[in-house]
Structure formats: structure tokens, C-alpha cells
């Protein structure tokens, strides 16, 4: 039973251009959550996904980002026309049960976003 | 602002000796926390969990106390290994949200 698995897990973009970055949760999790890290800090909770429906996007900055998790297909969040501070690594969490459930959340081992 | 927040962002702790990290909250609403364990490179991986109507829980080698009345909870580690050097990150489950973390070293 694979975990969480986020692809690529390093990704390198021009300032400018776009990046997608991929997340399939476990095995039978239907909600997904997006977090950012950036060097030496925490994580930032940036959105929570149900199957096919945004619940939550409250950490997300209003331009550029945005996140899906189609009905078939990993959770994408794309970010464009990417900017250094941009920069981080950014990790992808899914639970079988949503926000505030027991079971807690697995995550994956992320991305690692460098803009150039 | 952040719900949950540590108390100290670095502990310095000797191999063998017990480890203990502290994290306050603010959301009196909170009824489950989670303490979970970042090393270099790696995503988060869960360590232990409270609900709020328990004031301690065991695991191997870990422990979580909980304080409703000052909003405190702890993770104490037992016998700190060099394999317990991580960063540490409590969090609550009303708003998903995570600390700044304690970065745990140990010392051989």
C-alpha cells in the first residue's frame, strides 16, 4: 500500500513559467491538503481538497495558485508565471476522513520548487 | 495568526537523556492534536495524537500530556536516540495548522 506520492520531488522553473505539481493520496483517502514550507520555517496550510471540490482555500494566495483534484487523476496545484519567492518546498497530505478527523494525516515527501 | 505555536525553536539533548518539547494553543475548540516528526528532506510523518478528553497518551518511547487549562501540551521523548534528531511539529485539527516546530539535535 503505497503512501503519499507527490511528483516531482525536485522541480526547477524559470521565472515566468509554470509549475504543476502532482499528489495521489493513499489508497481510499478522498480529501487532500496542500502545504508550503519554506526554508527553516513551518508548514503553511495553503488548501484542502475533497474529490472534485475545493473545501477549503483559505491559505492560498488569491493569484497565480490554484488547485484541483479531479474526479480521476492526482491532485494538482499549479502555480503560474512562477516568481523566487515561489521558491519552497511544498508537501501534499491525505486523510481518509476530512479536517478534523482521528486518523490524522499522511503525508508526502514533497516537492522541492527552486525558481531560477 | 497560528493556532498552535512551540515554545523553542532548537533543543540541544544529550544521547540517553529524556527530550521534552512544548507547544501552546489558542483554539479552545480544538478536540485532537497530533504531534509529528520532519527529518531533513522527508515530509511529516505523525508520532502521536491526543483527544482533548484525555490529559496523557503513551506510545514507544513517547509521551503526550495535555493541559486544557493553560492550553499547553508537551511531547516527551524517552532516551533521546540520534534517529529522534528531527524537527517536531505540533498540530491541531480544527484548522489544519502547524508551528514553527523545534528542531530536536542530539548529542553523541
Known amino acids: 500500500n503505497a503512501g503519499v506520492m507527490q511528483n516531482p520531488r525536485h522541480l526547477v522553473r524559470r521565472r515566468g513559467q509554470e509549475a504543476r505539481l502532482r499528489c495521489s493520496p493513499m489508497k481510499g483517502h478522498s480529501h487532500v491538503y496542500w502545504y508550503r514550507q519554506l526554508p527553516e520555517e513551518g508548514l503553511k496550510f495553503m488548501v484542502y481538497?475533497?474529490?472534485?471540490?475545493?473545501?477549503?482555500e483559505s491559505g492560498m494566495p488569491k493569484e497565480r495558485f490554484s488547485a484541483e483534484f479531479p474526479k480521476e487523476g492526482p491532485s494538482i496545484l499549479r502555480i503560474q508565471q512562477v516568481v523566487r519567492g515561489d521558491s519552497a518546498a511544498y508537501f501534499c497530505a491525505s486523510s481518509f476522513a476530512g479536517q478534523g478527523a482521528p486518523d490524522g494525516y499522511t503525508f508526502g515527501s514533497g516537492t522541492r520548487l527552486t525558481v531560477v | 495568526g497560528e493556532s498552535v505555536g512551540l515554545h523553542l525553536p532548537t533543543l540541544s539533548v544529550q544521547e540517553g537523556d529524556n527530550s521534552i518539547i512544548n507547544c501552546a494553543y489558542s483554539n479552545s475548540a480544538s478536540d485532537y492534536f497530533i504531534w509529528y516528526k520532519q527529518e531533513s528532506g522527508k515530509g511529516p510523518q505523525f508520532i502521536i495524537d491526543?483527544?482533548?478528553?484525555?490529559d496523557k497518551r503513551q506510545g514507544q518511547r513517547v509521551t503526550v500530556l495535555l493541559n486544557k487549562t493553560v492550553k499547553h501540551l508537551s511531547l516527551q521523548i524517552a532516551a533521546t536516540q540520534p534517529g529522534d534528531s528531527a524537527v517536531y511539529f505540533c498540530a491541531e485539527n480544527k484548522k489544519l495548522s502547524f508551528g514553527a516546530g523545534t528542531t530536536v539535535t542530539v548529542r553523541a
Open positions: 491526543i483527544r482533548s478528553n484525555m
Open positions: 481538497l475533497q474529490k472534485e471540490n475545493i473545501i477549503d
